[in-house]
């Protein structure tokens, strides 16, 4: 496994350990599955709104409320991907460390021993696409660890992975 070169270069609280870490980043296939969110959401909002006005005689009403959603999904679109492409990884030896945000940098760090839990998860749309999220519970309850993201099957791997690391590491404990 190598750096993500395509990565941001420092992590918040950067130090020797964490310049060497292997990042690991979601599929690409994660961004067609926001965007067909995002379609499915503005389609559903732009028929209503742009028939209701349309059906009184007024075009223009119409035009400009689809016109108004177009550029809201749009917008989505951007920020979504932007976000998509900020989720970075690394299992390492001791704990996994999580890295996402485009306007504020985060840096989780979950050591495997406070591990309580890894469920791996996948709605309509990730099942469609072929893509599956694994979320970290730990005892913390502020703790947002989730992967998004990764294929089935290297989720499930994962799951397996974190889960005996967990119950090795919380038999110390």
């Known amino acids: 496994m190598t750096v ?44 209503p709104g742009g028939l209701i006005p349309l059906g009184l005689g007024d075009g223009f009403v119409a035009l400009l409320v689809v016109g108004c959603l177009l550029v809201l999904a749009v917008v989505a679109d951007v920020l979504s991907c932007r976000r998509i492409t900020s989720w970075r990884f690394a299992e390492r030896q001791d704990d996994l460390v999580l890295r996402r945000g485009v306007l504020f940098d985060r840096l989780t760090v979950v050591p495997y021993g406070r591990m309580q839990f890894v469920d791996v998860v996948a709605g309509p749309y990730e099942r469609i696409f072929g893509v599956a999220s694994v979320h970290l519970h730990t005892a913390a309850a502020a703790t947002d660890a989730r992967i998004p993201g990764l294929s089935p099957e290297d989720a499930v791997r994962l799951r397996d992975a974190l889960t005996s690391l967990g119950e090795a590491r919380a038999a110390g404990l």
């Not at 964490?18 to 990042?23: C, D, G, H, K, P």
């Not at 379609?39 to 732009?46: F, G, H, I, P, Q």
């Open 4 to 47: 993500d070169p395509t990565g941001p270069s420092e992590p918040p609280g950067d130090d020797a350990s964490m310049r060497e870490v292997a990042w690991r980043k979601p599929s690409g296939r994660l961004v067609v599955v926001r965007r067909a969110q995002i379609a499915t959401v503005a389609t559903v909002l732009a028929l």
